[in-house]
């Protein structure tokens, strides 16, 4: 029991130590060859009832950049006024040219009226995670949006490692966006890619 005791205040410590230390970067290490599938995930896309909305949180809170931002009609060689369908589809992309892309869908005719679900951490519900090194002021701003609620403020949640000898330390937040989509705002204080090593 005394050797627990200590280790966990060993742990303690250096989780204090760590969070004296400043923000570590948000950044993945590439898959070794040898270790990669022959499959990526590449993009989730949200349907949203107002994507100028939803560009002030991903965009303009999160610091995502737009890449793509086009209008699709159905059918479409026709004026808007004899189209059938017209959406407007944006993606935004954090750090990596390939991956991570998450797509912002708009159906502007027919209008979308289903109504606002805040349906969270239920089968059939998603949680989209985006970490950061600074997790407070985006929290903070976040909640600034319109339509955005704060559901949990940033905390230390310990999770366990990869090979369950040890813990990671991560500040999480929630948030749920205009649409209900729920976000985990998170800030690792340990280097993840130590700690899945």
Do not use: W
């Amino acid at each position: 029991m005394k050797i627990l005791i200590m280790k966990l205040r060993i742990l303690g410590a250096l989780v204090a130590a760590l969070t004296t230390l400043g923000p570590l970067a948000a950044h993945a290490l590439p898959v070794a060859d040898e270790d990669r599938v022959n499959i990526d995930f590449r993009r989730t896309t949200l349907v949203v009832r107002d994507i100028i909305a939803s560009l002030k949180l991903y965009r303009d809170v999160l610091g995502m950049r737009v890449i793509y931002d086009q209008m699709i009609r159905t059918p479409t060689d026709k004026p808007d006024d004899e189209t059938d369908r017209i959406r407007r589809l944006v993606f935004l992309q954090a750090n990596d040219t390939y991956i991570g892309v998450i797509g912002l869908l708009e159906y502007q005719k027919p209008v979308k009226t289903q109504p606002l679900s805040r349906l969270a951490f239920e089968p059939g519900t998603s949680v989209q995670l985006f970490a950061t090194t600074d997790l407070e002021a985006k929290f903070e701003a976040a909640k600034q949006v319109p339509g955005v609620v704060g559901i949990s403020p940033p905390r230390v949640v310990n999770y366990p490692n990869y090979d369950g000898s040890g813990t990671i330390p991560v500040k999480v937040s929630i948030v749920s966006d205009p649409d209900g989509f729920i976000l985990e705002i998170n800030e690792p204080l340990v280097d993840l890619n130590i700690a899945h090593e």
